[in-house]
């Protein structure tokens, strides 16, 4: 079945950086777009990165380019959020979502989410 | 101020049905394909609907969507307790070049 585990989050100073990972399994991960979510506690989703199969395609949304990163590495079957220049705006639940098979972007899987706690 | 507008919440007895709207714009709603989330507490989300109105394999024929100009539309019928969860409209909008969410819609099941 459809998993994707995600990593790397905690508590970070406001400035600082940090890494997020997913771990996808049970599908062939090279074949699919993925996306990283986010949820503000309390609030509704953000969408914050779309990357393609290929990585040949990159969006960000307005609240993260230029200080976040999205990769992947098919080998490894994983997707990376690099995060720099933290704010205290960036705390949330992130999750790693798969993009399914319609025609926009819809995000068919997610995975459980890791927390990132901006404060100093 | 989400891109997307939906209403705060709504709210229907069991048994009933009710309806959820999403209202955008040409730029995404209008020339896009719109998908529909639940989230139930403490949850993460859940796709209910994407290309306007197709429901992914395991997903009750309770919910459907639908589309008209710049407005979508979730309906949920024979409402249950369960049910009772937020949900979200969802979209690609071209001039922004990026994913859209609604700011949610908590349903509550009377």
């Known amino acids: 079945q459809v998993q994707l585990v995600e990593s790397g989050g905690g508590l970070v100073k406001p400035g600082g950086s940090l890494r997020l990972s997913c771990a996808a399994s049970g599908f062939i991960f090279s074949d699919y777009y993925m996306s990283w979510v986010r949820q503000a506690p309390g609030k509704g989703l953000e969408w914050i990165a779309y990357?393609?199969?290929?990585?040949?395609?990159?969006y960000y949304a307005d609240s993260v380019r230029g200080r976040f990163t999205i990769s992947r590495d098919n080998a490894k079957n994983s997707l990376y959020l690099q995060m720099t220049s933290v704010r205290a705006e960036d705390t949330a639940l992130y999750y790693c979502?798969?993009?399914?098979?319609?025609?926009?972007?819809?995000?068919?899987?997610w995975g459980q989410g890791t927390l990132v706690t901006v404060s100093s | 101020q989400s891109v997307l507008t939906q209403p705060p919440s709504v709210s229907a007895a069991a048994g009933q049905k009710v309806t959820i709207s999403c209202s955008g714009s040409?730029?995404?709603?209008?020339?896009?394909?719109v998908s529909w989330y639940q989230q139930l507490p403490g949850t993460a989300p859940k796709l209910l609907i994407y290309d306007n109105n197709k429901r992914p394999s395991g997903i009750l024929d309770r919910f459907s969507g639908s589309k008209s100009g710049t407005s979508a539309t979730l309906g949920i019928t024979g409402l249950q307790t369960g049910d009772e969860a937020d949900y979200y409209c969802?979209?690609?909008?071209?001039?922004?070049?990026?994913?859209?969410f609604g700011g949610g819609t908590k349903l509550t099941v009377l």
């Open positions: 040409s730029s995404n709603i209008g020339n896009n394909y």
């Open positions: 990357i393609t199969s290929t990585s040949d395609t990159i």
């Open positions: 979502v798969r993009d399914g098979v319609g025609a926009m972007p819809d995000f068919d899987y």
């Open positions: 969802e979209t690609w909008d071209t001039s922004l070049t990026a994913v859209v």
